[in-house]
């Protein structure tokens, strides 16, 4: 999406973690890893884990709350939910629909979108473009995984994730203001290099999938790290060509977390300091869809954004799946 018919821009924010963590060291008690490892190479220090009783839905609700109440408006006032999510509280109904029955937005449509780790993204695009044509208003955007509930703890790779839920009202701002541009792109060809094989219409559950382990996530690490630092820069660099704008005009990049290293050669490649780009996965870890609303939150509450920055999101997830997005803030 080049260019917006009517502009959109961000009116608030919100996220929730759950309150137990896991650190490195507690990981490294059971795994042949290292705290220093994990740390040094994925820039992750703890991780949140939500409780059995606690669901995607649960924590976009929390957030959801949030965001709205920072916004300035009330439930009733919200037209649409889109939840960005891969760990769904169920395969039907969609995750969006029981968190607006949780908040009790009812006068809002809402519905889920798929994207993993660059779902939020997705979604706020989405999102765009529903309010740019006038169709709505308001629109709660939610980014939310509980990915603690499939992955396999005796495995090396359970030390990627943690659980978390961010997201952000959009409405329809001034010429001056908002949204800038979008590119987003898919890659099927790499869809088996972050998988969940299990649960879905190719391999129903059966007690056999449970004893193999299908349901839990399963992933190429190196694949993921050579394909983010090749598409995030291409990503990046067709907005500011959409734009006009140079790496130079970028004030803050607020980006998916994968891994430190991957920011680090994806700042390296598109020539950004990388004191430009923020991060937080030294609390929380890879919060897929939340990574972007949760570390847009603790910004904007902390009021390390002002209002005339330019803003650079960008995401790469499963699929592949992968995009950029800039804004001017509010």
């Not at 839905?57 to 949030?66: F, Y």
């Not at 907005?239 to 130079?248: H, R, Y």
């Not at 977390?257 to 490649?269: F, G, M, R, V, Y």
């Amino acid at each position: 999406m080049k260019q917006l018919v009517r502009n959109v821009k961000i009116i608030g924010t919100g996220s929730y973690t759950p309150s137990k963590i896991i650190t490195n060291e507690n990981l490294a008690e059971t795994l042949s890893t290292t705290p220093q490892w994990i740390e040094e190479n994925l820039g992750i220090k703890e991780r949140r884990v939500a409780r059995g009783d606690e669901f995607t839905s649960d924590l976009a609700a929390n957030a959801a709350k949030k965001a709205i109440e920072n916004a300035g408006l009330t439930k009733e006032d919200i037209d649409l939910i889109i939840v960005a999510t891969a760990t769904p509280d169920r395969l039907a109904p969609s995750t969006a629909a029981i968190v607006q029955d949780k908040i009790e937005a009812y006068n809002a449509v809402a519905f889920d979108i798929s994207a993993v780790c660059s779902g939020f993204l997705y979604a706020m695009s989405v999102a765009s473009q529903f309010i740019a044509s006038g169709v709505y208003d308001n629109v709660l955007v939610i980014g939310a995984d509980t990915f603690s509930k499939i992955t396999d703890w005796t495995r090396r790779d359970a030390v990627f994730f943690g659980d978390g839920s961010g997201a952000a009202v959009l409405s329809h701002a001034d010429e001056k203001e908002g949204f800038l541009a979008f590119r987003l792109y898919t890659n099927g060809r790499g869809k088996w290099n972050f998988t969940i094989p299990a649960g879905g219409s190719e391999i129903p559950a059966t007690q056999d999938t449970v004893k193999d382990k299908l349901h839990y996530f399963q992933m190429n690490g190196r694949a993921v790290y050579e394909t983010a630092t090749e598409v995030l820069p291409i990503a990046i660099s067709q907005v500011l060509k959409d734009t006009g704008l140079t790496i130079n005009d970028i004030d803050l990049m607020v980006p998916h977390q994968p891994s430190i290293k991957i920011l680090q050669k994806t700042a390296e490649i598109i020539g950004l300091p990388f004191a430009k780009v923020m991060t937080n996965m030294d609390k929380y870890a890879n919060t897929s869809g939340g990574t972007i609303p949760i570390l847009l939150d603790e910004l904007n509450r902390a009021g390390k954004i002002k209002k005339g920055d330019i803003l650079l999101f960008a995401a790469v997830g499963s699929g592949w799946t992968y995009g950029a997005s800039i804004i001017k803030w509010n």
